[in-house]
T-cell receptor, first 115, second 117 residues
Framework: AQSVSQHNHHVILSEAASLELGCNYS??????LFWYVQYPGQHLQLLLK??????LVKGIKGFEAEFIKSKFSFNLRKPSVQWSDTAEYFC?????????????FGTGTQLKVEL | DGGITQSPKYLFRKEGQNVTLSCEQN?????MYWYRQDPGQGLRLIYY???????QKGDIAEGYSVSREKKESFPLTVTSAQKNPTAFYLC????????????????FGQGTRLTVV
């Protein structure tokens, strides 16, 4: 069955520190990969996405993610975090299932950035 | 404006009652999804539908039911059999993934917070 693992459940960083959040998925076929963000009290927003082509994708607010097919991974990175990046981050995989597509999310990583 | 509308925003239910959450989209998307969000558990898939009159169970379908009689509507019923229904429910839609159209991105509604009292 298709699944998504996010290994870091809670991350606390100081401002200007670098960020890397892990995401691994289990599915052998073609996938679309996403990172979504949910700021406190707000709704889910798309941060970035990978469909095909360059495995290094750039998203909003300085975030980027690298798709490594051999490792089934899609880790999220940001060189220097800001206090406003405090949020919950979700990795998601869209893969073929039942003749269409099934979108599966990881359990999320709660990021807290301290001043 | 195009988008996904979930109603109501807040819903209170007495134990033993069924309740239906509404989800409507005007994006002309084929695929629609229902997720449940609980603290520390992420978004868990309840049901999804690729096309009208067809739907599949997700990872936590027990105690829930859906229908897909129209392309734009995918209501979710939380039945009395659902042992822990208090949660935040999110509806999403995306273009159907096919051989010709491989890349799909999901769009989310604003959610319904259900509380059992």
């Amino acid at each position: 069955a298709q699944s998504v693992s996010q290994h870091n459940h809670h991350v606390i960083l100081s401002e200007a520190a670098s960020l890397e959040l892990g995401c691994n998925y289990s599915y052998g076929g073609t996938v679309n990969l996403f990172w979504y963000v949910q700021y406190p009290g707000q709704h889910l927003q798309l941060l970035l996405k990978y469909f095909s082509g360059d495995p290094l994708v750039k998203g909003i607010k300085g975030f980027e993610a690298e798709f490594i097919k051999s490792k089934f991974s899609f880790n999220l990175r940001k060189p220097s975090v800001q206090w406003s990046d405090t949020a919950e981050y979700f990795c998601a995989v869209n893969a073929r299932a039942g003749g269409g597509n099934k979108l599966t999310f990881g359990t999320g990583t709660q990021l807290k950035v301290e001043l | 404006d195009g988008g996904i509308t979930q109603s109501p925003k807040y819903l209170f239910r007495k134990e033993g009652q069924n309740v239906t959450l509404s989800c409507e989209q005007n994006l002309n998307h084929d695929a629609m999804y229902w997720y449940r969000q609980d603290p520390g558990q992420g978004l868990r898939l309840i049901y999804y539908s690729q096309i009208v009159n067809d739907f599949q169970k997700g990872d936590i379908a027990e105690g829930y039911s859906v229908s897909r009689e129209k392309k734009e509507s995918f209501p979710l019923t939380v039945t009395s059999a659902q042992k822990n229904p208090t949660a935040f429910y999110l509806c999403a839609s995306s273009p159907r993934r096919t051989v010709l159209y491989m890349n799909t991105e999901a769009f989310f509604g604003q959610g319904t917070r259900l509380t059992v009292v």
